[in-house]
């Protein structure tokens, strides 16, 4: 085992819930494996522009006069543990906590650059990404209408000229993967619930993927 | 103009944001209709069960017992005031605030049961309601576990027989129509930034519904 570290889940020993009968036919089914079913290795590390706040919001100005909207993209990754979903994160020089995915090139599908940047972060290689992974459907938009101002689920009526968009997707795992993480990150597998009642640790988009994801019928997959 | 109040918005001078392009095929759109589209008006009040929350807790467990999970459908309504989209709440007594719909009857569906509700809470008439009401996609599930316990946007694993689910539903609002409310009732449009910046106003559910709303492009329609 790698650089999987698993956050702490005090009451984590009950029986499965799921399988609850419904008669919705928009209630959609999401399989999660358990986290045993999965390798974690590591890589060489990546390097991170070490820059001051000032800094980045220099960069993201330049940036913008000469590319237009930022757009992130971000994976939802769920994987079985103690009978609960668990999220992936990457969590950066011990510090703060991010969703793997990144920034898009200019003029890349946010297919094409979400599966990139997993490749990056979580995969062995990054040539033949392609088919490495399943990119679902968009769960939510985040936005930043200026760039010192935080990120909210909408436009407000004065936005214009937004900043900066991040996307989330759910990403259906396989039964079965190899996860390779460069060596100066951590990913870590976080329970639902306490991502959810953990605002200020992992700030408001990653707190909202419970509710995001809440729409669909999570099976756990026993192997 | 009945029974339609609205809530203070304080920079609602702006020009529309709408109209982003985007090369992703997911993002879909929700086209909405300025708030004078529609005419308000008052009906007779409905008669509430005015109980304590013992009482209320009570009344749960012996339903429970009867006839199991105790199933919730509301409505995610929005309009346009503004340039921007302002979500339909109900609020009672001059004090709490629901969004529309309310408690299935057993054996019935999750469409049939919100298209009831809504008729009960919006329109002038509860017959033929059928056709009323474009009911679209559940948004997503807040559970129950425990008739004590607050909801959550996911099954804990130890929840073996939740006791409720509330399940948010995306309506779609015609170009124009009548919304006729109990006179102990009243109806508000909220701005979205509002709503999401005022979790102790509206609780969890509702002030998580502009990230439920985030991968929709709120197209607003000028009329």
């Given amino acids: 085992m790698?650089?999987?570290?698993?956050?702490?889940?005090?009451?984590?020993e009950a029986e499965s819930v799921n399988g609850h009968s419904s008669s919705d036919d928009d209630r959609k089914r999401l399989d999660i494996?358990?986290?045993s079913c999965y390798y974690f290795g590591s890589?060489?590390?990546?390097?991170?522009?070490?820059?001051?706040l000032y800094d980045r919001i220099n960069r993201m100005k330049?940036?913008?006069?000469?590319?237009?909207?930022?757009?992130?993209?971000e994976a939802v990754i769920l994987v079985e543990l103690f009978k609960h979903p668990h999220l992936l994160l990457l969590q950066v020089r011990n510090s703060f906590f991010k969703l793997p995915g990144g920034r898009l090139r200019p003029g890349e599908s946010d297919i094409d650059g979400l599966k990139r940047k997993l490749s990056r972060k979580l995969s062995a290689t990054e040539d033949g990404?392609?088919?490495?992974?399943?990119?679902?459907?968009?769960?939510?938009?985040?936005?930043?209408?200026d760039f010192e101002t935080l990120m909210y689920p909408y436009l407000p009526?004065?936005?214009?000229?937004?900043?900066?968009?991040?996307?989330?997707?759910?990403?259906?795992?396989p039964e079965s993967r190899k996860f390779i993480v460069p060596k100066n990150m951590k990913l870590l597998a976080v329970p639902l619930r306490q991502v959810h009642e953990s605002h200020k640790t992992y700030g408001p988009i990653i707190s909202g993927v419970p509710q995001l994801l809440s729409k669909f019928s999570i099976n756990i997959v026993d192997i």
Same sequence: chains 1, 2.
């Fill in 2 to 12: 790698g650089d999987l570290h698993m956050e702490a889940d005090a009451e984590a």
């Fill in 33 to 35: 494996y358990p986290l």
């Fill in 43 to 52: 890589k060489e590390a990546i390097v991170f522009k070490d820059e001051t």
């Fill in 62 to 73: 330049s940036k913008y006069a000469a590319y237009g909207l930022r757009t992130c993209v």
């Fill in 129 to 145: 990404y392609e088919s490495e992974w399943e990119v679902g459907k968009c769960l939510g938009m985040w936005w930043r209408h």
């Fill in 157 to 173: 009526p004065n936005a214009k000229k937004p900043k900066e968009c991040t996307k989330l997707f759910l990403v259906r795992l």
